[in-house]
């Protein structure tokens, strides 16, 4: 059985709700912490070469509202996508679940 990493936040809601899902599944899962974990350019470049980094930074969050205008209107490509999340990894959508390397 592959071990799904489920990259999230133990307190939010639609994390719990995927690990819940996971449990009811019998999937074999661990959580990893955005609090915690360090995302790193490597990590988000993977990420984004399969899933476009627009649907990734979640600009409906709370953190992406409190941003400055400035800093807001800098993020237009996948670089700066990238600077911001490993700045503020709550801008992340979450979860993001993988296994063997790969988004599902």
Not at 15 to 27: H, N, S, V
Not at 36 to 59: D, P, R, S, Y
Not at 75 to 80: F, K, Q, S
Request: aromatic fraction near 8%; proline fraction near 2%.
């Amino acid at each position: 059985m592959e071990l799904i990493k489920v990259y999230g936040l133990d307190n939010c809601d639609t994390t719990r709700a995927a690990i819940k899902q996971l449990k009811q599944e019998g999937k074999l899962f661990e959580l990893i912490n955005l609090k915690v974990f360090k995302l790193t350019h490597e990590i988000l470049k993977h990420w984004f070469a399969q899933k476009a980094w627009e649907k990734l930074l979640n600009k409906r969050s709370t953190t992406w509202k409190n941003l400055d205008k400035s800093i807001q209107e800098k993020v237009i490509d996948e670089n700066a996508a990238i600077d911001i999340i490993i700045q503020y990894p709550t801008l992340l959508k979450r979860p993001v679940l993988v296994a063997n390397n790969l988004i599902l």
